[in-house]
């Protein structure tokens, strides 16, 4: 089992719509979560950070935390193709060796 | 804003080559990594420091070494170039305050290096 997971898509939604991002992960004792985005040939760009449960909004975004059930959701509201891009899960994992793993990411498409 | 400033946006080199990658942030953070990125793969951790002089082994350490010997400065060594050693390369950044990993990584805009 991979130790964050993502649908590696491509999610197409419409402009104008709700886009819903998921992550998953295996360290129960996992403790900061991070969204990235990543256009084609460029670097990743934070977009959220959230360390507790619940929703944390942003704009346009919306980051949900869910450690009982270990998985982080990322939704975008009002989707511009200006969004279209991979976004990426970053989890800090708590055991031993102290690092963030990445998910290999999620291309998201908005159709004009 | 955090910026994180790597020497070369692309770079060809030959196999057998050694090959330096040079990583400058302004932002005084403890922390640097480097990562490579490759399509299906995701991003990888080659190496991270924690401060000057120190280094710790990411998942794929193997062909590369790291120096840090200003707190700003994080460089990426291929001792000897392969081809398989193609790939985008991406230096990151974060600060240490709070706990280990509370902070999230600031990343540089890549060097894509061709070996041929």
């Known amino acids: 089992q991979k130790e964050v997971e993502q649908n590696s898509g491509p999610l197409s939604v419409p402009e104008g719509a709700i886009a819903s991002l998921n992550c998953t992960y295996s360290d129960r004792g996992s403790q900061s979560f991070f969204w990235y985005r990543q256009y084609s040939g460029k670097s990743p760009e934070l977009i959220m950070s959230?360390?507790?449960?619940g929703d944390k909004e942003d704009g346009r975004f919306t980051a949900q935390l869910n450690k009982a059930s270990q998985y982080v959701s990322l939704l975008i509201r009002d989707s511009q193709p200006s969004d279209s891009a991979t976004y990426l899960c970053a989890v800090f994992l708590s055991g031993g060796y102290q690092k963030v793993t990445f998910g290999t990411g999620t291309k998201l498409q908005v159709i004009p | 804003d955090v910026k994180v400033t790597q020497s070369s946006r692309y770079l060809v080199k030959r196999t057998g080559e050694k090959v330096f990658l040079e990583c400058v942030q302004d932002m005084d953070h403890e922390n640097m990594f480097w990562y490579r990125q490759d399509p299906g793969l995701g991003l990888r951790l080659i190496y991270f420091s924690y401060d000057v002089k120190m280094k710790e082994k990411g998942d794929i350490p193997e062909g590369y070494s790291v120096s840090r010997e200003k707190k700003e400065r994080f460089s990426l060594i291929l001792e000897s170039a392969s081809t398989n050693q193609t790939s985008m390369y991406l230096c990151?950044?974060?600060?240490?305050?709070?706990?280990?990993?509370?902070?999230?990584?600031?990343f540089g805009d890549g060097t894509r290096l061709s070996i041929l």
């Open positions: 959230i360390y507790s449960n």
């Open positions: 990151a950044s974060s600060s240490q305050v709070g706990e280990w990993g509370n902070q999230p990584q600031h």
